[in-house]
């Protein structure tokens, strides 16, 4: 297990599960406090986990399961797709994915930009863009591996 304060320093106190910070002196027994998550269920090789920041509260209610990473309830999106899904996919095949349809090109431009910024913590190794396209009344919101 790596280092809880290289990992809070590398992943800049911030939660991976919930996006919130995480207080570096907070107890490690705290709901709040600090605690490294493995990334859920065991790979087949251990070089393979990717430990990351999270808060005790968050990585116990995850868990050994995948995690549930919530779209912002700031934003105005129909039928999202389940972000943690979408990174996966777009890693092992690349390509494309509509993420989102919205009812106006601004609520699709704000969903774009939160989109990308939680994805540079969420999964910053993964190089994506996001694209909005007019259809039909909405805007789909497109998340395309680069």
């Given at each position: 297990m790596s280092n809880l304060s290289a990992v809070g320093d590398r992943d800049s106190w911030r939660c991976w599960l919930c996006d919130e910070p995480v207080d570096p002196h907070a107890s490690v027994n705290s709901?709040?406090?600090?605690s490294v998550d493995g990334g859920g269920a065991k790979p087949k090789k251990?070089?393979?986990v990717t430990e990351r920041l999270a808060h005790r509260a968050c990585n116990t209610r995850k868990g050994a399961?995948?995690?549930?990473?919530?779209?912002?309830?700031?934003l105005f999106v129909v039928d999202p797709a389940p972000i943690v899904a979408t990174v996966e996919r777009l890693r092992r095949k690349g390509g494309r994915e509509v993420v989102a349809r919205c009812p106006s090109r601004t609520d699709a431009d704000e969903g774009a930009a939160w989109l990308l910024d939680r994805l540079s913590r969420f999964a910053p190794d993964l190089a994506v863009t996001t694209q909005v396209e007019s259809a039909g009344g909405q805007f789909l919101l497109v998340l395309r591996s680069v």
């Open positions: 709901d709040r406090g600090p251990a070089a393979t399961v995948r995690p549930v990473v919530p779209w912002s309830p700031q």
